[in-house]
T-cell receptor
Framework: AQSVSQHNHHVILSEAASLELGCNYSYGGTVNLFWYVQYPGQHLQLLLKYFSGDPLVKGIKGFEAEFIKSKFSFNLRKPSVQWSDTAEYFCAVNSNTNAGKSTFGDGTTLTVKP | EPEVTQTPSHQVTQMGQEVILRCVPISNHLYFYWYRQILGQKVEFLVSFYNNEISEKSEIFDDQFSVERPDGSNFTLKIRSTKLEDSAMYFC???????????FGPGTRLTVL
């Protein structure tokens, strides 16, 4: 069974600080990895995804994530956060089997102080 | 850019009533999903649907739940007899491929009184 673990439940940063949100997954086969963002009162939006190839993927709004297969990790990073990055961030995995259902982590609430 | 739409945005119902949540997936997508998010909790998988049948369902998706694709565009989630604990945000998603990127709708907030 797939599982996803996000280590940080709530992160508080000042503007311009660097961000790294941890994500570890557990699955026996090949996975696809995603980060979604949910701004207050809004729906889930895809930030970035990894299927194969270069393990460093770049997404929208200056976010990037690195897939480290040996560590089963897919951490999200941003060198300099902005107040508008305040949101909930979800790591998710799916695979090409079991109809591709996604398994989400618990989410990390990011608060950026202006 | 095509997007997944959901109606209504907010549904309030009495316990024991039936509700139908509606979704219009992206038109060329083949895989359809329902997820729910109880307030303050993570997004949980409910059911996946492909080729006019359920591919997989979670233990949450009991006999009170059903899904249907009544025509070529809509994908519905029915809760036969709602319970208080069904109160949540329900998200529909669709993807072109199994394991592909899932695109989520804006959600329907269901409140059961």
């Amino acid at each position: 069974a797939q599982s996803v673990s996000q280590h940080n439940h709530h992160v508080i940063l000042s503007e311009a600080a660097s961000l790294e949100l941890g994500c570890n997954y557990s699955y026996g086969g090949t996975v696809n990895l995603f980060w979604y963002v949910q701004y207050p009162g809004q729906h889930l939006q895809l930030l970035l995804k990894y299927f194969s190839g270069d393990p460093l993927v770049k997404g929208i709004k200056g976010f990037e994530a690195e897939f480290i297969k040996s560590k089963f990790s897919f951490n999200l990073r941003k060198p300099s956060v902005q107040w508008s990055d305040t949101a909930e961030y979800f790591c998710a995995v799916n695979s090409n089997t079991n109809a591709g259902k996604s398994t989400f982590g618990d989410g990390t609430t990011l608060t950026v102080k202006p | 850019e095509p997007e997944v739409t959901q109606t209504p945005s907010h549904q309030v119902t009495q316990m024991g009533q039936e509700v139908i949540l509606r979704c219009v997936p992206i038109s060329n997508h083949l895989y359809f999903y329902w997820y729910r998010q109880i307030l303050g909790q993570k997004v949980e998988f409910l059911v996946s649907f492909y080729n006019n049948e359920i591919s997989e369902k979670s233990e949450i998706f009991d006999d009170q739940f059903s899904v249907e694709r009544p025509d070529g565009s809509n994908f519905t989630l029915k809760i036969r007899s709602t319970k208080l604990e069904d109160s949540a945000m329900y998200f529909c998603a669709s993807s072109l491929l199994a394991g592909g990127t899932q695109y989520f709708g804006p959600g329907t907030r269901l409140t059961v009184l």
